[in-house]
């Protein structure tokens, strides 16, 4: 079983849809978890850390259910600049980041 | 502020030939990683430099791969001899704290592109 695993998509939805992405890890002793976000041929970003308690940032909010091991991000109001391939990662609390492979996000007009 | 620049963006070379790698972290950050993702895959972690010091090399897939950071500013990895597998892109990311604590983050370099033929 893959340490974090994530649909790839792609997801395709039209500008102003709501759009979600779900993501589980296996490591239960994970300690912390993010979004980053890769556009094409680019550098991954950090999108948003994810806790427990549900974090928000405009129009993405992230949602960790460690109970389940499960990560969401729920992307309103999508934009066509939000096309991109958006990576579950998670952290033991040393250094290494594990990566899920990435789910595909475009949105057309 | 610059950001992390890495050198160079892309590489053709032969099986059997030698590339190396070079990433200029932040200024200042004294933690640098090293993560690849070959075709298909999952970004993976080959390694971390705190300062000059190999923190965690766990993931450095074989002894054809070499990283130093000698005086603890920029950091090299040299594959010799390249092999076929080696091919895709090699980020080097840096961070002020080598802990995933609340507000530290991690910033990546573009990454080079390695194609082995």
């Known amino acids: 079983r893959k340490e974090v695993e994530q649909d790839p998509g792609p997801f395709n939805v039209p500008e102003g849809a709501t759009v979600a992405f779900n993501c589980t890890y296996s490591?239960?002793?994970?300690?912390?978890f993010f979004w980053y976000r890769q556009d094409c041929r680019k550098e991954p970003k950090l999108l948003m850390s994810?806790?427990?308690s549900g974090n928000e940032d405009g129009r993405f909010t992230a949602q960790l259910n460690r109970a389940s091991q499960y990560i969401s991000l729920l992307i309103r109001d999508s934009k066509l600049s939000d096309s991109a391939t958006y990576l579950c990662v998670v952290n033991n609390g040393y250094s290494t980041l594990t990566f899920g492979k990435g789910t595909m996000l475009l949105v057309s007009p | 502020e610059a950001g992390v620049t890495q050198f160079p963006s892309h590489s053709v070379i032969e099986k059997g030939q030698t590339v190396t790698l070079r990433c200029d972290p932040i200024s200042g950050h004294d933690n640098l990683y090293w993560y690849r993702r070959v075709m298909g895959k999952e970004i993976k972690f080959l390694l971390h430099f705190v300062k000059e010091s190999k923190q965690d090399e766990s993931g450095m897939p074989n002894n054809r791969f070499l990283a130093e950071r000698t005086g603890g500013t920029y950091s090299t990895l040299k594959v010799q001899p390249a092999e076929l597998e080696d091919s895709g892109v090699y980020f080097c990311?840096?961070?002020?704290?080598?802990?995933?604590?609340?507000?530290?983050?991690?910033?990546f370099g573009e990454g080079s592109w390695l194609t082995v033929v």
């Open positions: 990311a840096s961070s002020s704290r080598d802990r995933w604590t609340s507000g530290n983050t991690i910033y």
């Open positions: 490591n239960s002793a994970s300690q912390s």
């Open positions: 994810v806790y427990s």
